[in-house]
């Protein structure tokens, strides 16, 4: 029995990237997520802190499968990237501030309820649910522990993203902090290249800055080593020379002082009434 439990506590957890569920069940839910989708990801591309995905599986847990796949979902404070899951663990325990459900004809009332709960339970702090069919927009924000739902969402400017929702009679316009109506997805789409060829231009002129910053302390290491060894040269030159000069002095002092014992000798000779000389 020990063995056993050892067995399952040890097995390895699998988490799944896909739970083989459309991404959409009509062209409207489609069209609808690739929007929201696109725009949120425009509006925060300059930005690497800000994670924007859709229909990717969220694990809040290690150790256990439990899942959901908001239709659009933005985590602050994790950096962009490619996953085939978003495993919180993996992402410093930090799980999606706010997420994005579209409606279709074949999501149930059950289904939905169980998705409000999963995300009032795993730290959601804004929750957008919108049918496009109905033309109905639905909020929560959480305050405190819970999910609670906004009571007007006409106007509504969400306290993470910075944009605005607008009902209108027959859709629902959402507007960028700047004012902006969010695009089609093809053209935002394309302003995202736009920006993604602009931060690649950016960071290949980093690139070579640094890399000519790098060639330049190098130049100046080799130029400082030279220096070095000219200044090393020049002290072991000045040291012979000052060795040179000693050994002279030297010399000279020991020249003098034989002849001044030479002298003292012939003097001390002549008065000994000796001639030097003979």
Same mark, same amino acid.
């Given at each position: 029995? @020990?063995? !056993?439990?050892?067995? !399952?506590?040890? +097995? $390895?957890i699998v988490y799944p990237d896909s739970d083989g569920q459309p991404m959409a069940d009509n062209t409207v839910q489609f069209r609808w997520i690739m929007v929201i989708y696109h725009n949120l990801a425009w509006l925060f591309a300059e930005n690497p802190e800000v994670f924007v995905a859709g229909d990717l599986l969220w694990y809040p847990v290690q150790g256990d499968d439990l899942r959901q796949a908001p239709d659009i979902m933005v985590a602050f404070g994790v950096p962009k990237g490619d996953r085939g899951s978003y495993q919180q663990w993996k992402e410093n325990n930090i799980a999606p501030q @706010? @997420?994005?459900?579209i409606l279709s004809p074949g999501n149930t009332l059950k289904e939905m309820s169980k998705k409000l709960l999963f995300y009032d339970n795993y730290g959601v702090e $804004?929750?957008?649910?919108y049918d496009p069919q109905k033309n109905d927009l639905t909020g929560w924000l959480r305050s405190g522990s819970l999910l609670n739902v906004i009571d007007e969402m006409n106007g509504w400017v969400s306290p993470r993203l910075g944009i605005r929702f607008e009902v209108l009679p027959e859709t629902l316009q959402l507007y960028r902090p700047d004012g902006q109506s969010f695009a089609h997805y093809l053209e935002v789409q394309q302003k995202l290249n736009e920006v993604q060829e602009q931060l690649d231009e950016e960071r290949q002129a980093k690139e070579v800055a640094q890399s000519e910053l790098q060639q330049e302390r190098q130049a100046k290491? @080799?130029?400082?080593?030279?220096? !070095? !060894? $000219?200044r090393q040269a020049r002290e072991v030159t000045e040291s012979a020379l000052q060795q040179e000069r000693q050994a002279k002095e030297e010399e000279r002092q020991a020249k003098e002082v034989a002849e001044? +014992?030479?002298? +003292?000798?012939e003097q001390l000779l002549r008065e000994a009434g000796i001639d030097a000389d003979s």
């Open positions: 029995m @020990v063995k !056993q439990l050892e067995t !399952q506590t040890h +097995r $390895e @706010v @997420v994005f459900e $804004e929750y957008y649910l290491e @080799v130029a400082e080593s030279e220096l !070095q !060894q $000219e001044e +014992r030479a002298k +003292r000798l």
